[in-house]
């Protein structure tokens, strides 16, 4: 990724003055490059790039040669789900991903085996493709499903799961149990808040405690209790979760 702010013109002037030895002029050379990464690619890619060391697992699962025929059966067996549009643009994403390793790089294999240069570009075309939601790539942490798939024994199994894991009941839990460990949260007694993404509202909780402290966005800890996340706060979310830790009593 380069800007117009990448290479910094390098500072003019002269050496410091050291008794005995005389002032010389800097000598330099500054870097103008001929393109520029768009914007809007720049901007995409810094709020991504903390994706960049976690997401090499992942990748060598989705493009070994098992798992190329195992999402063509997925994108096989999609229609006849309960919810076939739940897992199609994670499924697009992922097949993008394969045709890349296949076709798109200079010696075409699993991210495994690629070279190191290669194995970069391919993170790279992860992240600037799929659906993403500020600093969240939306269609990689979804692909979290899609590599529990690639073990189910048979068509039958695999649609059984897939119609489980896209259930709003399972997937809301699902994605609220992630926020609990986003946010190191460890204690056994919560109230929790989850509700679908389609609705962009700024639902909150308000707890009240024995003493009479109300812990909410205002007020975020007393008593012992502490609301950990906040959701849609300034904008919709995809998953929209919160939760308040309490303590019995």
């Known amino acids: 990724v380069v800007t117009d702010t990448t290479y910094k013109p390098a500072q003019e002037g002269w050496s410091r003055p050291e008794f005995g030895k005389a002032q010389e002029a800097y000598y330099h050379w500054t870097v103008f490059p ?145 926020r609990l460990v986003e946010a190191g949260v460890t204690s056994k007694h919560m109230i929790g808040l989850v509700w679908e993404g389609q609705y962009t509202d700024d639902l909150d909780i308000h707890v009240t405690t024995p003493n009479g402290n109300v812990i909410d966005f205002d007020n975020t800890k007393g008593d012992g209790c502490q609301l950990d996340f906040d959701a849609n706060v300034n904008q919709g979310e995809a998953n929209p979760a919160e939760n308040v830790s309490v303590i019995p009593g």
């Not at 040669?65 to 063509?72: C, R």
């Open 34 to 178: 001929s393109e520029v990464t768009r914007s809007d690619a720049a901007l995409r890619m810094e709020r991504l790039k903390n994706y960049l060391p976690q997401m090499d697992t992942r990748l060598a699962k989705l493009t070994t040669p098992e798992a190329i025929e195992s999402v063509k059966i997925m994108m096989e067996e999609q229609e006849k789900l309960q919810r076939p549009n739940h897992y199609r643009s994670v499924l697009d994403w992922v097949k993008g991903l394969q045709e890349a390793a296949v076709e798109g790089c200079s010696w075409p294999a699993p991210f495994e085996e690629q070279s190191v240069e290669d194995k970069m570009a391919f993170r790279v075309n992860a992240l600037m493709t799929g659906r993403v939601q500020g600093s969240t790539h939306l269609d990689f942490h979804q692909a979290e499903n899609i590599v529990d798939f690639l073990t189910e024994p048979s068509r039958e199994a695999l649609r059984a799961t897939m119609d489980q894991r896209s259930d709003p009941a399972y997937y809301q839990i699902s994605q609220f149990n992630r």
